[in-house]
């Protein structure tokens, strides 16, 4: 797959040699208190490394998981991932590494995301679900178009304890591919 290039980032995919890099991320407990699993190894990290390099090269890929990095830098910076959720659906993830946070990566890559989502690959609906206190990725779905739909409660067991999610979702007619002038950053 060709890379998908937005204005602010580049989404490739996943190679061998981003270990370290995705191991800066995953690895980093700043981060993964975000997400839906907890910190990794360099042994599970190198584990799942593979499995997204073996996926990525199936004929029937069951998910597209990419590398986020700068336009000016090919390291991974991130990942975004569309994972299938039903009939012409997907679900939406991302992470950036902490020493890239606040510089609009995640909204630009999430954008890049949902352009690919609604074009290549011709999906209606894309849902992304995300814990109430993580205020910075409530706002990118927002200024993304999103539409709150609800709350799922114990939904991830991650650091020890069940976390809610809280579940936006926008649909094909209602992305037009640039948030509205007054929510950009």
């Given amino acids: 797959m060709d890379p998908l290039i937005g204005e602010r980032c580049r989404l490739r995919e996943v190679r061998l040699d981003d270990l370290d890099d995705y191991l800066a991320i995953t690895g980093d407990d700043r981060v993964t208190s975000w997400l839906s699993f907890d910190s990794y190894t360099r042994d599970s990290a190198a584990r ?6 073996d996926r990525s090269a199936r004929e029937d890929r069951p998910d597209h998981l990419l590398a986020v990095t700068r336009l000016d830098d090919d390291r991974m910076i991130g990942f975004a991932r569309l994972g299938p ?9 991302y992470a950036i590494g902490f020493d890239h946070w606040g510089r609009g990566f995640a909204t630009d890559a999430a954008r890049t995301m949902l352009r690919f989502a ?3 690959l011709a999906l209606h609906r894309v849902s992304a679900a995300i814990g109430p206190e993580n205020l910075a990725s409530v706002a990118v779905v927002k200024r993304l178009g999103f539409t709150h739909e609800g709350r799922i409660r114990h939904h991830v067991f991650t650091n020890g304890a069940w976390r809610d999610s809280l579940l936006y979702s926008i649909l094909e007619p ?5 948030p509205p002038a007054d929510l950009q950053s």
Avoid: P
């Avoid at 209602?174 to 640039?178: A, C, R, T």
């Fill in 85 to 93: 959720t039903g009939v012409q659906a997907a679900h939406l993830g």
């Fill in 118 to 120: 609604f074009t290549d």
């Fill in 174 to 178: 209602e992305w037009s591919g640039k």
């Fill in 48 to 53: 799942s490394v593979r499995s997204i390099v």
